[in-house]
């Protein structure tokens, strides 16, 4: 036989290490063993009393709750006293009553309790069965056997009003009306007593003469009274039960109300199997809330904070802040779990009664309870393939329900032929599609097709009576399957027929393997029986040394191949930890005891067991769950964290295991050990996602990290080259094959010279007889690349003109100048052929002169300065230029002189005066056009606003101008300060500023 289930094949496959365990430890159980039979808060403080003595008490509106220890809890002694009510006044003071009479009491908020002797023996030793404190002083009481009792002076002298004659559940008071309910008997008919006199006389009442109904919670409130009783009774009356209305079946007919909370506006009734109704108070329009809670409300009751607070049987203490709809545990209840299952390391998942499913993501830190159905069904089996998708079943009906989110929502389907009154104890999948759900007789369920649909199955040779609690499937034919009286059950064609040998006499719990030699199984009486020839014969199943008193009802193994055995404490009533979970290191042989945590008040009955991949889990009554995690591998941590990087980034891997492996993958796969070995750093180049596990020696492996780096790439720029054509020395290159550019800088001799957008670049900036070198660099926002570096000579000057001379006569001006000698003794500028000379006037070149001429005529300039220089050309390139020379021009006369530049003239005067009594104050803006045409002159205050608009006009060739009289548009005249003016034609705009002065 092939072994070929999932798990187990991936952990042999993948991991290569041995796991090191940390302990037991308790991941979760009871907080309060007991059944709560009554709630009541005062301010913050909320008060649950119920069996056994337990006393649960809040002083956070009910988040968390403590033990209190009262004289019902008698530890030392071994008595505890059931308590069935309990009543406070304020904060400090308060009252519980229970079994044999017992009412305790407390002066200081439940700090500590005094027992009051006296009401059991003047009224009964009877179980008290509600308490009403009207004052501090004044109580009333009633108790089983039907007496209605009463203390003015705060318990020390009781008095009997009534003597109902039977057993009585409730009483309440409204000034002088006390109205008490309880249980019809074949002696005494009536359910309701009522005295309006404050006690003094009693009348009694049957409520329901037909049915005799069980009446189990008065209220009064505001001239109405409520009374909740069996077969989902609600009676209201507003004449304390003059007259009433009775309404049955409000929100169930089976169900038995158990308490009534009253306010102003929204009022509501609790009962067993979680029902809930609400209504507006003085109304009779019952509307059944639904919930997520199943089981029997005994209290209900509004917190501090106006939220929902309830108790009930099983530990149940709840909280709800949606009023009713959805409730929290605020204790972990006492549910037995049944039957536990993994989807992965960290997501386990149990089940038991009552229709839930209990979820933890984190191994076992926190829980979340997640209903499946609406029905209280008991769930005995659970089964989940992966973390998401799984399987829930039990005494259903033949209902298998399963999720594919993890709990969060099921579909249903129903395996007819199934009764109601029979189980499926387990589920067992072969692999991902096939997979069997085991239990009642010789039927179990079938399914190829990953749980989608449940095919009825018979098996030849296994008795209808039979139960088969486990079953183990190598492979879809050959199976065991175990039952009552030490019979086991094998199968080699699927279950179609079966053979059966014993293994002891006494009802077989379950079976596993962690192999396909070597087993366990184990029974009810306390036996262990290991094979390690596969199992298939009686005589193959040897029987361990070592037994227990008591069951034993579970077993598994780890994934170092050691087995572990889980079932009832051997300790006197199963309260402590001997045997609970015991442990062998030879295949079934020997064993031994593990140790594990006491648990707090709850008896240790653990009734299963599995490993979640290295981490050992058993669970049970109580809800009590143990843990024995196996040591986790760090998480690596992947260095620098994913970005955005430019063209590269370096990644370095590490963990803070001593000693662990780290593998890798960057293709966005799942990481395991037969991924990369990170050795060395590594380098990224393109946009991946790199994901990273850690394995080492006796841990688990690491959860698995994961970064995205992002590539943004940019390429250098290509065929850089430079090139000197006497005067021009041009940089050139081709842009980046890959990436987007938002500018080039040039370096020359590894200095920064200019940023451009173009792929060239001018130097005016050189020297003639110089080497130099040229690279770019490419830019972008994430960082840069640079090209190759070029080289350029720059041809050595051999000749300068010089000895400039300048005159203006009018408007025309005259250069002059010489060629000087220059560069080697004895050379002149006739070595060079001598093409002319470039005139440059403002650093403009204007004209170029024929040959050795070295004169040049400058005509019809405009007023303004000028600067000139003449710069010899020979065919090889040019020479020297000569010095600079400056010359004004001031002639200001438009008829006699034409304008070639459009140009400002500045404002005068400059700063300008105006005076409040001079209409003539002011300054004129002045301004040269080349050309005549529109022109538009604003002028602007220092915050950039506009002050005065000259209307655009056509304008004349020459000097023109305009007045401004220091006043805006509104005419309006404007203080002190600097102002612009603006001067715009179709081609320029000039911005000058002024000075005004008052």
């Given at each position: 036989m092939i072994l070929v289930m999932k798990k187990i094949i991936y952990l042999l496959s993948v991991v290569f290490w041995t796991t090191t365990l940390s302990g037991w430890e308790i991941s979760r159980q009871c907080g309060f063993p007991v059944n709560f039979y009554s709630l009541d808060t005062v301010g913050n403080h909320v008060w649950a009393v119920g069996s056994s003595g337990g006393v649960a008490h809040s002083s956070d509106n009910g988040e968390t709750y403590e033990f209190v220890n009262t004289p019902a809890f008698d530890l030392e002694n071994d008595i505890y006293r059931d308590l069935n009510c309990v009543d406070f006044i304020n904060e400090n003071i308060g009252l519980i009553g229970g079994y044999d009479g017992l009412l305790i009491k407390t002066e200081n908020g439940g700090v500590s309790w005094t027992e009051i002797t006296s009401y059991s023996d003047q009224v009964s030793a009877e179980s008290i069965k509600s308490i009403c404190m009207i004052s501090q002083n004044k109580w009333l009481s009633v108790n089983f056997d039907g007496k209605i009792s009463e203390t003015n002076d705060s318990g020390n002298n009781w008095t009997v009003l009534y003597d109902a004659g039977t057993q009585l559940t409730d009483i309440t008071a409204a000034d002088s009306v006390y109205i008490a309910v309880g249980i019809a008997s074949d002696d005494v008919a009536e359910n309701l007593f009522k005295s309006e006199d404050g006690g003094v006389t009693w009348t009694s009442h049957n409520l329901d003469p037909e049915n005799d109904l069980d009446l189990y919670v008065a209220e009064i409130y505001d001239g109405h009274a409520y009374i909740g009783g069996e077969n989902g009774t609600i009676i209201h009356s507003t004449d304390f039960f003059a007259n009433y209305n009775i309404v049955s079946s409000a929100g169930s007919e089976d169900c038995k109300y158990r308490d009534i909370l009253l306010t102003d506006d929204l009022c509501y009734a609790a009962g067993w199997d979680g029902k809930l109704?609400?209504?507006?108070?003085?109304?009779?329009?019952?509307?059944?809330?639904?919930?997520?809670?199943?089981?029997?409300?005994?209290?209900?009751?509004?917190?501090?904070?106006?939220?929902?607070?309830?108790?009930?049987?099983?530990?149940?203490?709840?909280?709800?802040?949606?009023?009713?709809?959805?409730?929290?545990?605020?204790?972990?209840?006492?549910?037995?779990?049944?039957?536990?299952?993994?989807?992965?390391?960290?997501?386990?998942?149990?089940?038991?009664?009552?229709?839930?499913?209990?979820?933890?993501?984190?191994?076992?830190?926190?829980?979340?309870?997640?209903?499946?159905?609406?029905?209280?069904?008991?769930?005995?089996?659970?089964?989940?393939?992966?973390?998401?998708?799984?399987?829930?079943?039990?005494?259903?009906?033949?209902?298998?329900?399963?999720?594919?989110?993890?709990?969060?929502?099921?579909?249903?389907?129903?395996?007819?032929?199934?009764?109601?009154?029979?189980?499926?104890?387990?589920?067992?999948?072969?692999?991902?599609?096939?997979?069997?759900?085991?239990?009642?007789?010789?039927?179990?369920?079938?399914?190829?097709?990953?749980?989608?649909?449940?095919?009825?199955?018979?098996?030849?040779?296994?008795?209808?009576?039979?139960?088969?609690?486990?079953?183990?499937?190598?492979?879809?034919?050959?199976?065991?399957?175990?039952?009552?009286?030490?019979?086991?059950?094998?199968?080699?064609?699927?279950?179609?027929?079966?053979?059966?040998?014993?293994?002891?006499?006494?009802?077989?719990?379950?079976?596993?393997?962690?192999?396909?030699?070597?087993?366990?199984?184990?029974?009810?009486?306390?036996?262990?029986?290991?094979?390690?020839?596969?199992?298939?014969?009686?005589?193959?199943?040897?029987?361990?040394?070592?037994?227990?008193?008591?069951?034993?009802?579970?077993?598994?193994?780890?994934?170092?191949?050691?087995?572990?055995?889980?079932?009832?404490?051997?300790?006197?009533?199963?309260?402590?930890?001997?045997?609970?979970?015991?442990?062998?290191?030879?295949?079934?042989?020997?064993?031994?005891?593990?140790?594990?945590?006491?648990?707090?008040?709850?008896?240790?009955?653990?009734?299963?067991?599995?490993?979640?991949?290295?981490?050992?889990?058993?669970?049970?009554?109580?809800?009590?769950?143990?843990?024995?995690?196996?040591?986790?591998?760090?998480?690596?941590?992947?260095?620098?964290?994913?970005?955005?990087?430019?063209?590269?980034?370096?990644?370095?891997?590490?963990?803070?295991?001593?000693?662990?492996?780290?593998?890798?993958?960057?293709?966005?796969?799942?990481?395991?050990?037969?991924?990369?070995?990170?050795?060395?750093?590594?380098?990224?180049?393109?946009?991946?996602?790199?994901?990273?596990?850690?394995?080492?020696?006796?841990?688990?492996?690491?959860?698995?990290?994961?970064?995205?780096?992002?590539?943004?790439?940019?390429?250098?720029?290509?065929?850089?080259?430079?090139?000197?054509?006497?005067?021009?020395?041009?940089?050139?290159?081709?842009?980046?094959?890959?990436?987007?550019?938002?500018?080039?800088?040039?370096?020359?001799?590894?200095?920064?010279?200019?940023?451009?957008?173009?792929?060239?670049?001018?130097?005016?900036?050189?020297?003639?007889g110089n080497n130099y070198d040229y690279f770019t660099r490419a830019v972008n926002d994430m960082g840069y690349t640079v090209s190759d570096t070029v080289s350029v000579t720059t041809d050595e000057v051999t000749a300068n003109a010089g000895n400039l001379v300048i005159q203006a006569e009018g408007n025309n001006v005259t250069l002059t100048w010489e060629m000087l000698r220059y560069g080697n003794v004895g050379s002149n500028y006739r070595d060079r052929l001598l093409t002319g000379f470039k005139i440059f006037r403002n650093s403009q070149n204007i004209a170029q002169t024929e040959n050795d001429v070295l004169t040049y005529l400058d005509a019809d300039l405009p007023n303004g300065t000028y600067s000139y220089y003449a710069v010899p050309v020979f065919e090889t390139g040019k020479g020297g230029a000569t010095e600079t020379e400056e010359i004004e021009i001031n002639i200001y006369d438009n008829e006699n002189y034409p304008v070639f530049e459009t140009r400002p003239l500045g404002s005068r005067p400059n700063p300008f005066v105006i005076e409040n009594s001079s209409r003539d104050s002011g300054t004129e803006i002045l301004f040269e056009l080349a050309e005549k045409q529109k022109t538009e002159i604003t002028v602007y205050n220092v915050k950039g606003q506009v002050v005065k608009n000259f209307a655009p006009e056509i304008y004349e060739k020459g000097k023109n101008g305009v007045f401004w009289n220091g006043k805006d548009n509104q005419n309006k005249l404007q203080s002190s300060g600097i102002y612009f003016y603006r001067i715009k034609t179709k081609e320029k705009l000039f911005i000058r500023k002024m000075l005004l002065m008052k």
């Open positions: 109704l609400g209504f507006s108070f003085g109304s009779e329009d019952y509307i059944s809330i639904q919930n997520n809670y199943m089981q029997k409300f005994e209290g209900i009751d509004f917190n501090g904070n106006g939220e929902l607070v309830g108790c009930g049987w099983y530990g149940n203490i709840l909280k709800s802040i949606d009023g009713g709809n959805f409730w929290t545990e605020q204790s972990v209840p006492y549910n037995a779990l049944y039957s536990g299952d993994y989807g992965d390391e960290e997501t386990w998942y149990f089940v038991g009664y009552y229709s839930y499913l209990i979820k933890t993501s984190d191994r076992g830190n926190s829980f979340e309870v997640l209903p499946v159905s609406d029905l209280n069904e008991k769930f005995t089996a659970v089964k989940f393939l992966d973390k998401d998708t799984g399987f829930v079943s039990g005494k259903t009906g033949g209902k298998i329900y399963k999720t594919s989110d993890g709990g969060q929502s099921w579909s249903v389907s129903t395996v007819e032929g199934i009764s109601s009154s029979k189980y499926f104890y387990h589920f067992f999948f072969v692999n991902d599609s096939v997979g069997v759900a085991m239990g009642p007789g010789n039927k179990f369920a079938k399914t190829t097709d990953a749980g989608e649909t449940w095919t009825l199955c018979s098996g030849e040779n296994i008795g209808g009576s039979e139960r088969l609690y486990k079953s183990f499937w190598f492979d879809e034919n050959n199976a065991l399957a175990v039952s009552k009286s030490g019979k086991v059950f094998k199968t080699s064609d699927g279950g179609s027929v079966w053979e059966m040998f014993t293994a002891g006499d006494s009802k077989i719990y379950d079976i596993h393997f962690k192999d396909q030699d070597h087993g366990v199984l184990v029974n009810k009486d306390g036996e262990i029986y290991y094979t390690t020839s596969g199992g298939l014969t009686a005589e193959s199943w040897i029987q361990a040394e070592e037994e227990t008193s008591e069951e034993i009802r579970g077993v598994t193994s780890d994934l170092d191949g050691n087995f572990f055995v889980a079932g009832y404490s051997s300790a006197p009533n199963n309260c402590g930890t001997e045997n609970v979970i015991m442990k062998s290191t030879d295949n079934g042989a020997t064993w031994t005891s593990e140790t594990l945590p006491e648990l707090t008040f709850n008896k240790n009955r653990a009734l299963g067991i599995f490993c979640a991949e290295g981490n050992i889990i058993s669970y049970g009554s109580n809800n009590v769950i143990y843990r024995n995690l196996a040591d986790i591998c760090a998480t690596p941590v992947i260095n620098p964290p994913g970005n955005d990087f430019f063209n590269v980034a370096e990644v370095y891997l590490n963990c803070q295991t001593p000693d662990a492996e780290i593998f890798y993958t960057l293709d966005g796969s799942d990481p395991d050990a037969s991924s990369i070995l990170y050795e060395s750093p590594f380098e990224i180049t393109d946009t991946v996602t790199v994901k990273a596990i850690a394995y080492a020696e006796g841990f688990l492996p690491s959860d698995i990290a994961e970064e995205t780096y992002n590539i943004i790439k940019l390429s250098k720029p290509l065929n850089m080259n430079a090139n000197f054509s006497d005067p021009v020395l041009t940089v050139a290159w081709d842009a980046p094959e890959i990436g987007t550019v938002n500018q080039y800088e040039i370096f020359r001799n590894g200095e920064f010279l200019a940023s451009v957008t173009s792929t060239s670049y001018q130097d005016t900036t050189y020297s003639y």
